[in-house]
């Protein structure tokens, strides 16, 4: 006698045209869903600029144990419950953010428990963090005002200082503000 056991699974390809978190409406260029565990995580691409991107910063800044009502648009209009887990993101040629964003549902589960070194160099790893963004908002205001300055003194001289305020901006782009978002680091 031969026992076989089967596993039947169904899989559907879903595909959702927008992600609603935090009042905010992302069209996504690339999107997949499954289940890690029994738990929803969602994993998509979005561009954002303007007011959209900063609405969109400060929930990602905010992320911790946040949790947000998600709704998927193509795929279910009931919200669920649901956090940032991995952020990255890059900035396009025409200016705008490329955000690849993973989200994960709370499921009613607990929050997790802090591992042993969780609180290691606290509240001083937390205070640098929040300084270092601030200092970074600082830099962009500062080398926007400089920028503007360069414009003004080239209109008013007879010197072409415009190539040298072209030089200020490419530097700018390549050095670029540090943004940072709680476990990630990037340079724009």
């Avoid at 738990?39 to 691409?45: A, D, G, K, R």
């Avoid at 990255?88 to 591992?115: F, I, Y």
Wanted: net charge negative; hydrophobic share 35%.
């Amino acid at each position: 006698m031969h026992t076989y056991n089967l596993e039947l699974q169904e899989a559907e390809d879903l595909n959702a045209s927008a992600v609603e978190i935090g009042g905010l409406t992302l069209a996504t260029t690339a999107y997949k869903e499954w289940t890690d565990e029994g738990t929803l995580v969602l994993s998509f691409v979005t561009e954002t600029a303007g007011e959209a991107n900063q609405q969109l910063e400060e929930l990602v800044v905010a992320r911790g144990e946040t949790y947000y009502d998600v709704i998927r648009r193509g795929v279910s209009d009931t919200p669920v419950r649901m956090r940032f887990s991995r952020t990255l993101w890059q900035e396009t040629e025409s200016g705008s953010m490329r955000h690849n964003l993973s989200l994960v549902a709370d499921e009613g589960s607990e929050p997790s428990k802090p591992g042993p070194f969780a609180l290691l160099n606290e509240p001083q790893l937390s205070r640098t963090t929040e300084a270092a963004v601030a200092n970074a908002q600082a830099l962009a205001v500062l080398v926007d005002e400089l920028q503007a300055w360069l414009g003004r003194r080239s209109a008013g001289s007879g010197t072409d200082l415009g190539e040298r305020s072209r030089r200020v901006t490419g530097a700018g782009s390549s050095c670029g503000v540090v943004r940072i978002r709680r476990g990630h680091r990037a340079a724009s």
